[in-house]
């Protein structure tokens, strides 16, 4: 049985607006098990994206606990949890934030770069993640040369460079069409099954979300459903489609 790799406990998280106290998030308690795909659904406002960012270190708790690979995040140092979130943690969001003047395998490349790693080690890495997420014959091109499903996979393949243990994943299809979506949901199963990839996924899309093994549903603020291990998923494009 996978261990547990994120584990969140009473996580509490407000925000000041116009002299109010906006409590978001209201005393979360969750685990995710090491090589988990789950999806956090709910209405706007529930605080899907908050706890997601939460998870990620982009935001800090104003209260409870966030434990991933067994080290508590919300008492370490600036500097040490910006290390984690660079070498554990991989990001895809709803626009994928390439950059526009370098190609696809630059910009897969540059978390590496960035952390001062050889060139030659992050292109071959690049080029065969690129391979893997079916964009390799884009390697050379700019992200503006690509379609929005293309500059997507490029993104994955970018969060997906380091090796992290955790892909966490806020709408990643909902800037595109349906049937650019649905690839791309099928890429994150293939990527959870190929290299076990624990993956978090906040999104809209209710075939998408039914399609996980997994479904924690919030509203306002706090886990309203946990619905974990029906027989019922299957990868979104091997759903039967009823034309409608």
Do not use: W, Y
Not at 101 to 126: K, T, Y
């Amino acid at each position: 049985m996978n261990e547990p790799l994120v584990v969140i406990e009473g996580l509490e998280k407000s925000f000041e607006h116009m002299g109010q106290t906006l409590n978001v998030l209201r005393g979360i308690d969750l685990t995710i098990n090491a090589g988990e795909i789950l999806s956090i659904v709910g209405p706007s406002g529930a605080g899907k994206s908050t706890l997601l960012h939460c998870i990620g270190t982009l935001d800090l708790p104003t209260a409870g606990k966030i434990r991933l690979a067994g080290e508590e995040l919300t008492t370490m140092s600036r500097t040490r949890l910006a290390a984690v979130r660079n070498q554990q943690i991989g990001f895809v969001f709803q626009f994928h934030h390439l950059l526009p003047e370098f190609d696809a395998l630059e910009n897969v490349m540059m978390p590496g770069l960035i952390q001062g790693r050889s060139r030659r080690e992050m292109a071959i890495r690049a080029k065969k993640l690129l391979d893997e997420v079916q964009v390799g014959h884009r390697a050379n091109h700019r992200p503006g040369e690509m379609s929005g499903g293309e500059q997507q996979r490029v993104a994955v393949a970018r969060a997906l460079v380091l090796e992290p243990k955790l892909l966490l994943a806020d709408e990643p299809t909902g800037n595109l069409d349906t049937t650019t979506g649905d690839s791309v949901h099928d890429l994150f199963f293939e990527l959870n099954k190929e290299h076990n990839t624990t993956i978090v996924v906040v999104t809209h899309n209710p075939g998408f979300a039914e399609s996980m093994p997994r479904v924690v549903r919030l509203r306002d603020g706090r886990v309203e459903l946990d619905d974990v291990g029906k027989a019922r998923r299957t990868p979104p494009a091997e759903q039967p489609r009823d034309g409608g």
